[in-house]
């Protein structure tokens, strides 16, 4: 299957949408911003590592639950300009928290290649897949050329992944350029997520 955006028109309206009903849930008390998958390091099957750095979870509980992987890389950032991107990624998060079917998302620093990438659980693939096709018009504005790419898995919850890397293992995603999308051993760290970060830039 192809990936690619959702017409302009159809994007921008569901990003209205979704930043209206963004600003119910904050006003609700309905996000959560926990710790404790915070400065855990996960490893793919590309080869690439990357630090989560953030994490926000709903209110939701889904019935259907799906794991989405949604990759780019920002243009013109580098050194100590990810620093800067990651601190101030948290005014996005009405991009996103008000599209149906949001459960959770891990943010993670960006990887060997400059690539970012978020982790998330969502209620019904269609639901994610509508919503990374809508993301995709946002994330083109400030990323580069064919950068971003999205897959999403069915019938998986986000912490049975982060738990065992090992329940991917039986889905093999046809027309996938690479692995950039599957992680595997988890790796639980106490280091700081800012000095990792910081290690990632000062090897670059």
């Known amino acids: 299957m192809t990936h690619g955006p959702v017409s302009r028109r159809k994007a921008w309206a569901a990003v209205g ?6 600003l119910r849930m904050l006003w609700r008390g309905e996000l959560r911003l926990p710790r404790e998958n915070v400065g855990r390091v996960l490893r793919f099957r590309d080869g690439t590592s990357a630090v989560v750095y953030r994490e926000t979870i709903g209110s939701r509980t889904p019935a259907d639950p799906c794991f989405l992987a949604v990759r780019f890389r920002l243009k013109g950032v580098h050194g100590r300009g990810h620093i800067l991107f990651q601190a101030e990624s948290l005014l996005n998060t009405p991009l996103f928290v008000g599209f149906p079917g949001f459960v959770s998302k891990l943010w993670l620093t960006h990887d060997e290649h400059g690539n970012y990438r978020g982790l998330y659980e969502w209620d019904g693939p269609e639901r994610a897949e509508r919503y990374a096709r809508s ?5 083109d504005l400030v990323s580069a050329p064919n950068s971003i790419d999205y897959e999403i898995l069915p019938g998986l919850r986000r ?3 982060l738990a065992d890397a090992g329940v991917l293992d039986r889905f ?4 996938a350029q690479s692995d950039w999308w599957r992680p595997v051993a988890p790796i639980e760290t106490d280091r700081e997520p800012e000095a990792q970060a910081s290690s990632m830039q000062d090897a670059e």
């Open 17 to 22: 949408r979704c930043c209206a009903s963004s």
């Open 159 to 161: 912490d049975d992944v």
């Open 172 to 175: 093999e995603v046809a027309g």
């Open 135 to 139: 993301l995709w018009r946002v994330l």
